[in-house]
């Protein structure tokens, strides 16, 4: 099965929480529809917030005997990706001073649950002021630009999202077509089961090799590459993916890490001008994004999920974690420490924990 070069827009902009595209391998899913959400008009991010509480309060009313289900879990993380969407939308050049969605009524709970009323609160700008505008289709013409006035300006923290994705998923997909070991239904098996988590395992590792290693990839050594490996090959997910073996999982690593590096050079405007924090912070947004289900990705939600919710910059807004506490016992402790810690207040709601500015200053 050869590429067609054209991809299907209900997988880049796929909602539902599964991914056989054989096309993309799981590559191009759902990345693109979250970041280009955060470029939309408010109003379209306000659309889709009231589309996911009302699912949530569908799936969660009193009137189940079970507010736990699948749907409840799938439409919680789809709040939270949404927030990082919007945390982009707010941080972006020239969005500094956009305001928070509205605060919504909650609908009722029964006994036992989280209070009503908790509404995500205004983060502030991530020194989005230093941040300047790029369209991805203009980075040749941004980097040129930026050598002549000597300005260190990275990209917005949208389009660091969105080049960081382009250079390791839908750059390098068509080389990884044509490396696939195997006869056509041992290449279209190996897609399919690619499309199966194949992609957010591999951003994971890539998380954690920056986690032990540090930003200065140029540095790291190529024994990072083994532990990308083990990351996929050691995911949960792996049980289902018997094709992925150590030499199709070797041969991804090898590509996607030549392309890591490449954008890590020392000329990139890109990545040269980020913080190993905010490095951190893109590749485990764009694990979410792309994960067909969070929900059900283990490792997505312990390195991804995990640090974005607890992250004081306000990623995640109360009332998602509110959500994702109600549906995982992962976030209930946290929530739980959050709302004795602030206490109820004089509005009966808690706050958001006090905002930290990671950029560099």
């Known amino acids: 099965m050869v590429s ?14 599964v991914c056989k595209c054989g096309n993309c391998g799981g590559s191009q899913h759902g990345w693109e529809g979250w970041v280009t959400l955060a470029r939309e008009p408010e109003q379209t991010r306000l659309a889709k917030r ?8 569908k799936w969660c009313s009193p009137k189940r005997k079970k507010t736990r289900n699948q749907p409840a879990r799938e ?3 789809d709040l939270m990706r949404l927030d990082a969407a919007e945390w982009l939308a707010r941080n972006a050049a020239g969005a500094a001073h956009t305001p928070p969605p509205p605060q919504r009524k909650r609908p009722e709970r029964t006994a036992g649950d989280s209070p009503e009323g908790r509404r ?17 289709s203009d980075s040749e013409t941004y980097a040129v630009s930026a050598a002549a006035t000597d300005i260190p300006t990275p990209p917005d923290v949208v389009d660091q999202v969105n080049v960081i994705a382009k250079a390791m998923t839908e750059d390098i997909w068509q080389e990884i077509v044509e490396s696939l070991p195997g006869s056509p239904d041992e290449v279209r098996a190996i897609r399919l089961q690619l499309a199966d988590h194949g992609w957010c395992d591999l951003l994971i590792g890539f998380v954690l090799v920056l986690e032990k290693f540090g930003k200065a990839v140029d540095t790291v050594p190529d024994k990072a590459k083994r532990l990308i490996v083990e990351a996929i090959r ?9 094709q992925l073996d150590e030499v199709v999982v070797g041969m991804i690593v090898d590509k996607a890490w030549g392309a890591f ?13 980020l913080t190993g924090d905010e490095l951190l912070r893109n590749l485990r947004m764009l694990a979410v994004f792309i994960c067909p289900a969070p929900e059900k990705h ?10 974005l919710v607890k992250d004081a910059c306000g990623y995640v807004s109360t009332e ?10 992962q976030w209930v402790e946290g929530v739980e420490q959050q709302v004795e810690r602030n206490g109820a207040g004089e509005s009966g709601r808690a706050t958001e924990a006090p905002v930290a500015n990671l950029s560099p200053k």
């Open 261 to 273: 590096k490449v954008a890590a050079a020392a000329h990139s405007p890109l990545f040269g001008l």
């Open 320 to 329: 998602a974690k509110e959500w994702l506490a109600q549906q995982f016992d």
């Open 75 to 77: 439409a919680s993380m």
């Open 120 to 136: 995500p609160d205004a983060e502030t700008s991530d020194n989005a002021e230093r941040l300047g505008a790029m369209n991805v």
């Open 298 to 307: 283990e490792e997505v939600r312990n390195h991804a999920v995990d640090p």
């Open 4 to 17: 067609t070069g054209k991809h299907p827009q209900n997988c880049s902009n796929a909602t539902g929480h």
């Open 50 to 57: 009231d589309s996911i509480l009302k699912k949530l309060a």
């Open 234 to 242: 050691g995911s949960s997910k792996q049980e289902k993916r018997p």
